[in-house]
């Protein structure tokens, strides 16, 4: 059981904490801005994000909707099995994509955080796909 001598120098602590942590507000947003990409996205993910970007505003990839990523003329002839693994795979990558559209649209394009997202979504979708065949539309 805790004390109440306890509970009270943990909630002093607690404020103490929390006022340091906010005490300068220019600083703590520049800590948490995603920081800017010097030289550049590689060509290849540069155009992986724009074939996402473009499918997304289309309305050909729903973010919320893991089946508008799969490539159904492929995946409907997979057995049940290689059906549920692709589809667990398309969940993690919607929630890339998500990710991806977020800070892009929050003006974070040219960022290392977009670049790395990218750069492991194609990643993961060009391993999938030798190991599995042409599963997904993007």
């Not at 309305?59 to 508008?68: A, S």
């Not at 670049?115 to 993007?138: P, Q, S, W």
Request: hydrophobic fraction near 40%; charged fraction near 25%; proline fraction near 1%.
């Amino acid at each position: 059981m805790i004390s109440q001598d306890n509970q009270n120098m943990a909630s002093q602590l607690s404020a103490e904490v929390q006022n340091t942590v906010h005490k300068d507000k220019a600083t703590q947003d520049s800590l948490n801005k995603p920081l800017g990409l010097a030289q550049g996205m590689d060509q290849k993910d540069r155009e992986f994000l724009n074939l996402l970007l473009g499918l997304v505003n289309e309305g050909k990839i729903n973010l919320y909707n893991p089946d508008t990523l799969i490539n159904h003329a492929f995946y409907d002839t997979l057995d049940f099995s290689s059906q549920g693994k692709a589809d667990f795979e398309a969940v993690n990558m919607l929630s890339a994509i998500r990710e991806i559209k977020g800070l892009c649209d929050a003006g974070y394009m040219e960022t290392y955080q977009v670049a790395n997202a990218v750069n492991r979504l194609r990643a993961t979708k060009e391993r999938l796909e030798i190991e599995g065949g042409d599963l997904f539309i993007i």
